[in-house]
């Protein structure tokens, strides 16, 4: 099964640089774990991706219907972080930027690499320490998002995907976001599993 799964993915990847092999754990008895970030985490997050592209976000334009149009459409032109602005899914292989292809299942999907994704916005950006990571992560979030700032949303986004996808890629796992929109608003995952039955 993940011969046929790299199979299909590889595909895409013609032309493509790859640097390690391009394979990760299909195994049965592979972990599975989540993570429910508010949309607003996640929302932070990218803004100040976009931010860091040149972009002109403010704090008052995120809002649920803006993190909502993120995902449901691909910013693949992003310079320096195109694995975070264009991708829905991570694979944990270095690849030099995303692609789309399809599951098994047969839905398409853009998929990033997640092995320095984990680091390199904070890197260019925060430049937070392994202590302040944990600190950000910690408690539920703001009581009224009114409250907090972007900053602080991006802070609290960033502490959740980057403890996420190194747990990803110390698992060798595919880490994938999902979404909802049911009436009472806007609910975001983040997923490792055995890729098969990711989508």
């Known amino acids: 099964m993940a011969a046929r799964i790299a199979s299909r993915l590889r595909r895409p990847l013609l032309g493509r640089k790859v640097t390690e092999p391009f394979d990760w754990n299909e195994s049965l008895g592979a972990p599975y774990f989540t993570d429910k970030p508010g949309w607003w985490e996640y929302g932070g997050l990218l803004a100040v991706?976009?931010?860091?592209?040149?972009?002109?976000?403010?704090?008052?334009?995120?809002?649920?219907?803006?993190?909502?149009?993120?995902?449901?459409?691909?910013?693949?032109?992003?310079?320096?972080?195109?694995?975070?602005?264009?991708s829905h899914a991570w694979l944990p292989v270095e690849i030099d930027r995303p692609f789309r292809a399809s599951w098994p299942a047969g839905r398409s999907a853009f998929f990033g690499s997640s092995p320095r994704r984990a680091?390199?916005?904070?890197?260019?950006?925060?430049?937070?320490?392994?202590?302040?990571?944990?600190?950000?992560?910690?408690?539920?979030?703001?009581?009224?998002?009114?409250?907090w700032s972007l900053d602080q949303m991006a802070r609290f986004g960033l502490a959740v995907f980057v403890e996420f996808a190194r747990q990803a890629v110390a698992e060798r796992l595919p880490m994938l976001l999902d979404y909802k929109q049911p009436r009472s608003g806007l609910r975001c995952t983040f997923s490792a599993r055995v890729g098969a039955h990711t989508v």
């Open 49 to 86: 991706a976009l931010r860091a592209e040149g972009r002109a976000i403010s704090d008052q334009q995120i809002s649920e219907q803006w993190v909502l149009s993120l995902f449901t459409r691909a910013l693949p032109g992003g310079r320096r972080y195109p694995h975070l602005l264009g």
């Open 119 to 147: 680091t390199e916005l904070n890197e260019r950006t925060y430049r937070a320490q392994e202590t302040e990571l944990v600190e950000w992560r910690k408690g539920d979030g703001p009581d009224d998002l009114a409250d």
